[in-house]
């Protein structure tokens, strides 16, 4: 079995400053790694994954990831936020072997200006 | 959102009484999956389909019933609402292939007074 542990529930950053949101999966068997973000009364969107190769994983709106193995990690990152990041970004994690998704709790990140 | 409907969108019911959520993908996705969300918890999986009448329980599945008797349909079912159950509901699809990323919908928001 999988799971998934976000640091830190809230975050706030001023505009223009770097975010950071912190995940760290434990998992069986080689992961594949989500960030999917939600705007508010919104479903989910994938920001990126992590599957093989490469564990620096470039998303959408400016965002990047990297899988570290050895520390069990999947950090989010953006070096310079923007007002419309405000959201609450969820970190997932599944095993390769299975198609069950499994969910963080959750980060919520506000910008002030 | 990808082709998933989810309805009722929003809907208020009283303790006790059966409740029926329907999820509806265009997109042929061969996985199907029920989340509930709820603050502090993230998204937890109920229960998910990985084919025409082919299901499976997920973490919360207790108090839960589910049917998929086409590919594009899957039914989430209270049998018997319970105020615990109050919460949003998201439906999402997968491809099975690769990452099976998943596409969410728009959500369902559940009151069980």
């Known amino acids: 079995a999988q799971s998934v542990t976000q640091l830190g529930s809230h975050v706030s950053v001023s505009e223009g400053a770097l975010v950071l949101l912190r995940c760290n999966y434990s998992?069986?068997?080689?992961?594949?790694l989500f960030w999917y973000v939600q705007y508010p009364n919104q479903g989910l969107q994938l920001l990126l994954k992590?599957?093989?190769?490469?564990?620096l994983v470039k998303g959408i709106n400016g965002f990047e990831a990297e899988f570290k193995k050895s520390e069990t990690s999947f950090h989010l990152t953006k070096p310079s936020a923007h007002m419309s990041d405000a959201a609450e970004y969820f970190c997932?994690?599944?095993?390769?072997?299975?198609?069950?998704?499994?969910f963080g709790a959750g980060t919520t990140v506000t910008v002030r200006a | 959102d990808a082709g998933i409907t989810q309805s009722p969108r929003h809907k208020v019911t009283e303790t006790g009484t059966p409740v029926t959520l329907r999820c509806h993908q265009t997109e042929n996705h061969r996985y199907m999956y029920w989340y509930r969300q709820d603050p502090g918890h993230g998204l937890r999986l109920i229960h998910y389909?990985?084919?025409?009448?082919?299901?499976d329980k997920g973490e919360v599945s207790d108090g839960y019933s589910v049917s998929r008797s086409k590919t594009e349909d899957f039914l989430l079912t209270l049998e018997s609402a319970t105020s615990s159950q109050t919460s949003v509901y998201f439906c999402?699809?997968?491809?099975?292939?690769?990452?099976?990323?998943?596409?969410f919908g728009a959500g369902s928001r559940l009151t069980v007074l």
């Open positions: 998992s069986s068997v080689p992961p594949y």
């Open positions: 992590y599957t093989t190769g490469a564990t």
């Open positions: 999402a699809t997968g491809t099975g292939a690769g990452a099976n990323v998943l596409t």
């Open positions: 997932a994690v599944r095993n390769s072997n299975d198609y069950k998704l499994s």
């Open positions: 389909s990985y084919g025409v009448k082919d299901t």
